[in-house]
């Protein structure tokens, strides 16, 4: 059964970087778009950003474009979520996600995801 591990969070200040990773067990990671959510205290888990099979297309919440950047590598069964200018903002609980790969990328909503990681958590200090 496949299942995907978050990892990278941590405390860092206001203009900072972290780079959060998410590793894949399982068979066929290269069947599975990986998205990235968060979900900040008492609100909603929302779209990060997704990578499709291949690593070549990418797509971004507007709160991601410019600052964030998603990367894979199929060999080893990882996906990277680098994040630069880090504001208070952007601390939550940072998920991966997946689903096979078919029609329709990108995908925004937590349900049309079926497989998650347990979180990582980021916290940005001002």
């Known amino acids: 059964q496949a299942q995907l591990l978050e990892s990278g969070g941590g405390l860092v200040q206001t203009g900072g970087s972290l780079r959060l990773s998410c590793a894949f067990s399982?068979?066929?990671?290269?069947?599975?778009?990986i998205g990235w959510f968060r979900q900040a205290p008492g609100k909603e888990r929302r779209y990060v950003g997704s990578l499709n099979w291949s690593g070549r297309i990418a797509d971004y919440a507007d709160s991601a474009k410019g600052r964030f950047t998603l990367s894979r590598d199929n060999a080893n069964f990882e996906v990277y979520l680098q994040m630069d200018n880090l504001t208070p903002d952007d601390t939550a609980v940072y998920y991966c996600a997946g689903y096979n790969d078919g029609p329709g990328f990108p995908r925004f909503a937590v349900y049309q995801y079926g497989l998650w990681g347990q979180g990582t958590r980021v916290t940005v200090s001002s």
């Open positions: 399982g068979r066929a990671f290269h069947n599975y778009v």
